[in-house]
């Protein structure tokens, strides 16, 4: 390929590992063929009548056709999640090490091009971070970089693993997409979780908002989950986020079928969603009240019909009224305390800047109460791990 | 100790219904506990958080024998690591056996869990698997060192009872050591119909936990089960089914 060609968005560049192709080809064909608009409502009849849906049921729920019975979906997704989950509701937080970014997403905060403040912990910061967090009470941690993957190599990644086996029970990742002999290596350090949002599953549209950096390669960013669940980890969380894609309900449709796919291929993978929206952020070009939280509480529901044993995560981006209300119905793990800024938990920074604004401020001990005072039960454990390498 | 004890290993119990802890709020475990005369919950060890919040192991009463169980173990040599920690904790010998591999039903994989019930019983763990009700592998699983054998009703968290009766049965029959029902009991009848067919005991928890009024269900529970040992002791009178009894008998002929 030459300098400044268009590239295909497909195909990977020479470091990138291969991955098969059967699950971007399913996800591609079956959103190809979802068509919202043609969805009746006997279609979402019998959607909820089902036991056990089909794509195609899943797609009747997050249609047009479903708003109106968005209460009688809500109901059926309570007692889904109550069945699954019972009152359980997992608490963690995210902590941001580093908002470098090698990529140019028109929609992010973090973009490259974006004159923000940069930073980066330094290994004796993320320690006293961590340790701060752990303080809370939290067991469970999500690590979030901007996907630099010069500024926060793997060597740094795997620093912020072995730091927090030492704190916390339960380590996500929410960093740029891996390898999988990369993946068993964060894992061998203890990280269990991966989190990657593909942002759209429209390659058209992806191309247009993902302009530079490698995270403009839509095949490999698709096929992160399966490299790490071949990588060894236990579980993996799907996101789209919902307002890139002028119809956000194939998005949505594309996300839970992705999760539902690699579920089938790997029986034994934990999946969860977990819901963004396009919100207000320092610059970019698109409609960012294109999602309203009735759209995205039906996303929510159609996910829990549609795969009731996943679990749900919802954004400290939402209002505290909009993340109680769903946690009553349908979501199963709440972020708190949570900080989008560089060294935000422990002020050892000059704090670079978030990726995006935060619309739920409560600290543990408010998300704590606001689980109970639903009938929750708030959990701070909920893991062993068992998978590390001595 | 009575006259009907429910023995596990070297441990006699009177109340044969076992509680799961996992699906409600801990506040209300001693309540549910109390109501249904509870001698046994199960904890998951992954939910424990030893000097740390929302603890379960801090909501249970003295007195109560805890049973944990290796939610999360994929494998046999995770479920030992997970029963050391479990010993660790000071939760005692008896231990839960739960080895899944699919995340979507949640059923257990029976392969790996014989290899399991070994491995802890060499270790000197009091196994009980959870598993798919089949007797082969049960009998695998008692010669392999299972203080219990516990079969699954009905996926977990269905309610749907015993759709596995028949098999449940033959387990019932064929072991020398208790068959405790383990998931898929929604109701106080279905709890009373396993305990009717010779099973040792029952366990619940989202049955109770997601009643409207849990201590009452967890009462309901208590009563049903009771009803359905005091009726398999008794000896349930024969049910007509498709033949009916002849007034004079068919083998009358024989003479002497």
Redesign the interface.
């Known amino acids: 390929m030459g300098f400044r060609e268009p590239m295909d968005v497909m195909d990977y560049l020479p470091e990138m590992e291969h991955t098969d192709p059967e699950v971007l080809d399913r996800i591609m064909t079956l959103q190809q063929t979802y068509n919202p608009s043609a969805c009746t409502a006997a279609d979402v009849r019998r959607a909820l009548d089902r036991d056990y849906l089909t794509p195609e049921d899943f797609g009747a729920l997050l249609s047009p056709a479903a708003e109106p019975f968005l209460e009688k979906i809500a109901v059926k997704a309570k007692h889904l999640t ?7 509701v997992c608490m963690f937080t995210p902590i941001y090490t580093s908002n470098y970014c090698d990529n140019r997403c028109v929609y992010c905060g973090f973009n490259h091009d974006n004159l923000i403040t940069r930073a980066k912990l330094t290994p004796d910061e993320v320690e006293t971070e961590m340790a701060n967090i752990a303080s809370t ?1 939290l ?1 469970e941690i999500l690590i979030l970089t901007g996907e630099s993957r010069e500024y926060s190599d793997p060597d740094y990644v795997a620093m912020c693993v072995a730091t927090a086996a030492k704190h916390f029970s339960s380590i996500g990742l929410e960093i740029y997409p891996l390898n999988s002999n990369e993946y068993q290596r964060m894992h061998d350090l203890g990280a269990d979780y991966v989190t990657v949002f593909q942002e759209t599953y429209d390659p058209v549209r992806y191309a247009e908002l993902h302009r530079g950096g490698n995270k403009r390669i839509f095949s490999y960013r698709l096929n992160t989950q399966e490299r790490a669940l071949q990588g060894g980890m ?1 579980g993996v969380a799907f996101g789209t986020l919902l307002g890139l894609r002028a119809d956000w309900r194939k998005d949505a449709f594309a996300c839970g079928v992705h999760g539902y796919l690699l ?1 089938r291929k790997y ?5 969860s969603y977990s819901l963004p929206r396009l919100r207000p952020c320092s610059s970019h070009e698109i409609d960012d009240n294109a999602v309203s939280e009735r759209n995205l509480l039906q996303v929510a529901l159609a996910y829990r019909l549609f795969m009731p ?1 996943a679990g749900e995560t919802i954004s400290t981006r939402e209002r505290p009224t909009f993340r109680d209300g769903v946690v009553n119905i349908c979501v199963t793990k709440i972020s708190a305390g949570s900080s989008v800024r560089i060294g935000g938990h422990s002020h050892v920074k000059d704090q670079g800047d978030g990726q995006f604004d935060l619309s739920d401020h409560r600290g543990v001990e408010e998300v ?1 109460d606001a689980l ?1 005072g639903l ?10 791990r ?2 590390m390498r001595p | 100790m009575g006259n009907d004890d429910l023995v596990i290993g070297n441990r006699h119990f009177t109340s044969r219904f076992i509680l799961g802890s996992g699906k409600f709020s801990l506040e209300m475990t001693k309540r549910v506990i109390e109501e249904g005369q509870v001698q046994i919950a199960t904890l998951a060890v992954r939910r424990t958080n030893k000097n740390g919040r929302e603890n379960v192991l801090d909501f249970m009463p003295a007195g109560i024998t805890l049973l944990p169980n290796t939610s999360g173990a994929r494998s046999a040599e995770e479920a030992l690591r997970i029963a050391e920690l479990a010993r660790e904790l000071g939760c005692g010998e008896m231990i839960k056996i739960e080895i899944v591999r699919d995340s979507r039903y949640l059923l257990p994989d029976n392969a790996e869990t014989v290899k399991a019930v070994k491995l802890l019983a060499d270790n000197g763990f009091q196994p009980l698997p959870y598993m798919m009700p089949d007797l082969t592998a049960a009998h695998d699983m008692a010669a392999a060192g299972a203080a219990a054998i516990m079969p699954l009703g009905s996926p977990i968290g269905s309610n749907r009872g015993l759709l596995t009766r028949d098999f449940i049965r033959m387990m019932v029959e064929g072991l020398d050591i208790p068959v405790i029902v383990d998931a898929g009991i929604g109701r106080p009848s279905q709890a009373c119909e396993a305990m009717e067919i010779g099973c040792a005991a029952v366990m619940a928890n989202t049955a109770i936990a997601t009643a409207s009024d849990v201590p009452s269900m967890a009462r309901a529970f208590r009563l049903a089960i009771e009803a359905g040992r005091t009726a398999y002791l008794a000896g349930p009178g024969r049910i007509l089914e498709r033949c009916g009894e002849a007034s004079s008998p068919l083998t009358g002929f024989l003479g002497e």
């Open positions: 109550r069945k699954h989950f019972g009152n359980a009470g067991t236990r579920q029986p034994y993978a934990e999946i044993f704590r109970r009938g929750l039960q708030p959990v701070f454990n909920d893991y062993v068992t998978g």
